[in-house]
């Protein structure tokens, strides 16, 4: 494994959809929501070198879990969410000569987010805001042969501009369509080279990402509902500044992170809960 490739993840989407939909739905005004649920992602990340050739692409499928609360209180509403996942995915990429190499990435993905938002149309059909996030990306490239691996672990921050339409709305069924632009702070990854080099961490280039999903929810009880919200996300990140790299204090090169990006797909199922 080329101590210059280093990989890190942005997903900058929020998952606070059905949340915020379902409370217009399921709860009466300042009630609070709790929910919890279950979700697949399908990852896909790509890295690029200066002349636009891809050097890696990482594919597969993460499972999670979600929880969170949310509450609205008069035209506005606030909720917040926890998002954990983990898994394997498929490496394809090269060596530092070149060669060809695949292997398997051990991650562990997990997020928070918070928004608020308001409704700015009398039939509460359209909503706008702001929201917070910060990721986390814990990930293990393995080794293979004489070929090392790499532990790397992305952290970054967030502020998003919010948006949801109702499309459907009744007492029993509603669908929405949710919106969300989000802007990376401060980006960033660490590497561990499990004792070749010492640990680096490299600043990375901040790039606008995106998510569009489509919540539709069914009550199922008093003050409940279940949601099903499948959704897509782009997403990526600037290549960072070529850093000197040590062993031990003594220089012994360079590294520097690719650009990268993402194309992810996901689906949650939720159970939702007014108290």
Same mark, same amino acid.
């Given at each position: ?18 949340? +915020? ?20 992602l ?39 969410? *926890? ?12 060596? !530092?000569?070149?060669? $060809? ?6 991650? $562990?993905? $997990? ?15 359209f ?17 293979r ?19 949801? *339409? ?7 069924? $509603? ?11 401060? %980006? !960033? ?21 995106g ?7 069914? +009550? ?27 062993? !031990?204090?003594? %220089? ?6 690719? !650009?990268g ?15």
């Amino acid at each position: 494994m080329s101590e210059r490739r280093v990989l890190a993840v942005l997903v900058g989407a929020s998952l606070l959809g059905p949340l +915020a939909q379902a409370a217009d739905a399921v709860g009466a005004e300042d009630a609070l929501d709790l929910h919890l649920g279950a979700s697949v992602l399908r990852f896909d990340f790509r890295e690029y070198a200066d002349s636009g050739e891809q050097l890696v692409r990482e594919l597969g499928v993460l499972p999670g879990v979600l929880g969170g609360v949310g509450q609205t209180i008069g035209r506005w509403r606030w909720s917040t969410e *926890l998002s954990y996942y983990a898994g394997s995915v498929q490496y394809d990429g090269q060596t !530092q000569s070149g060669a $060809t190499f695949d292997t398997k990435t051990d991650a $562990t993905l $997990t997020k928070i987010r918070a928004r608020a938002l308001r409704l700015l149309d009398p039939e509460g059909r359209f909503a706008a805001g702001l929201g917070l996030g910060y990721r986390q990306w814990q990930r293990q490239i393995r080794g293979r042969g004489k070929v090392s691996g790499l532990d790397e672990r992305f952290v970054a921050g967030d502020v998003s501009a919010e948006a949801r *339409l109702s499309v459907l709305r009744s007492e029993a069924t $509603t669908v929405d369509i949710d919106l969300q632009a989000a802007w990376p702070l401060r %980006p !960033q990854v660490k590497i561990n080279f499990g004792g070749m080099f010492d640990t680096r961490t490299l600043l990375l280039g901040p790039r606008l990402a995106g998510r569009v999903s489509v919540p539709a929810s069914w +009550a199922t009880g008093p003050g409940s509902r279940l949601i099903v919200e499948p959704g897509f996300e782009a997403w990526g990140f600037g290549r960072s500044s070529t850093e000197p790299l040590y062993r !031990q204090g003594v %220089p012994a090169g360079v590294v520097y992170q690719p !650009q990268g990006k993402g194309y992810d797909l996901d689906v949650k199922l939720v159970w939702v809960q007014s108290f």
